[in-house]
């Protein structure tokens, strides 16, 4: 069971993705507990301001401070153990190694959706003077108009590692970035669709065979598209022997094209 708040201005832009496919599903199992809390409920004026002018000028408003720190306050009330995720594009990156370590965590997680330019400094400060843990966690190299997406991204990725919410348990083993491989290709019926046909050795029901052509397809699949995991990667012999074939195939394709265009 994954329990965590998200605190945000925009409580309807969470609750709407929460309340479909797999995150519904996931709630209703009893897998996940989400609690949408409205930043601007622990505000206390008439206009229910959350926001205001940065100090020192510049464009763009800030989230002030005291309605998140309330907001906190009255969750740790209840349950002092909590992990603080601050969404900020200046925060580290998220990855599947830290979607793991969430799901993995015991404790309940607090998402602070970050809005406008950002978020008062003195949020972390107190929160980390207070002895909570507090990560700054991004989901990219771009900006976002808010954090809700973000947190979004990071409790899906988390939630569908929880044992349970995925139909089948092999479903996570076997995809991409746990074994730092990317996916291979994969078809389904017809067998032929526009004349491009399913590979035959699919077909064959030789599982040996069928395995031994996914991993190949694995191997290519990232050589082609993200060669940066394979340079993190050490590589069995084996995989060395299939990769410089693939290079081979590849620089005589390139080879057999470029005669092409010339001719
Ligand atoms: Cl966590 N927040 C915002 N506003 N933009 C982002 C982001 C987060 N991660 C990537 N871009």
């Not at 599947?96 to 400094?121: K, P």
């Not at 990560?135 to 409790?155: H, N, P, R, W």
């Not at 004349?195 to 077909?203: E, I, N």
Request: with cysteine.
């Amino acid at each position: 069971m994954m329990r965590c708040d998200v605190l945000t201005l925009f409580p309807s832009m969470v609750e709407s993705v929460l309340g479909t496919s797999m995150l519904s599903l996931a709630q209703e199992k009893g897998l996940l507990d989400v609690t949408v809390v409205d930043i601007r409920s622990f505000t206390h004026d008439r206009h229910r301001t959350a926001d205001d002018r940065p100090y020192g000028g510049g464009a763009g408003m800030l989230l002030k401070p005291e309605p998140i720190l309330e907001a906190v306050d009255s969750i740790c009330a209840t349950c002092p153990d909590v992990r603080i995720v601050m969404t900020s594009p200046r925060g580290r990156q998220f990855d599947q190694a830290y979607a793991r370590n969430m799901c993995e965590d015991s404790r309940r997680l607090v998402f602070i959706c970050g809005h406008y330019e950002g978020i008062d400094e003195r949020v972390r400060m107190v929160m980390a003077a207070e002895g909570r843990e507090v990560d700054e966690v991004s989901i990219g190299d771009y900006v976002l108009t808010g954090g809700e997406l973000a947190a979004l991204v990071m409790i899906d990725a988390s939630v569908r590692l929880i044992s349970g919410v995925l139909g089948d348990t092999d479903s996570v083993k076997e995809e991409s970035f746990s074994s730092t491989l990317l996916e291979y290709a994969q078809y389904t019926r017809p067998v032929e669709f526009r004349s491009a046909r399913v590979p035959d050795v699919l077909l064959s029901g030789h599982h040996g065979a069928i395995r031994e052509w996914r991993h190949r397809s694995s191997l290519a699949n990232t050589y082609a598209r993200r060669p940066d995991l394979l340079e993190k990667k050490v590589l069995a012999h084996d995989d060395q022997l299939i990769l410089a074939d693939i290079q081979k195939k590849e620089s005589s394709e390139n080879l057999d094209s470029s005669r092409r265009l010339s001719s």
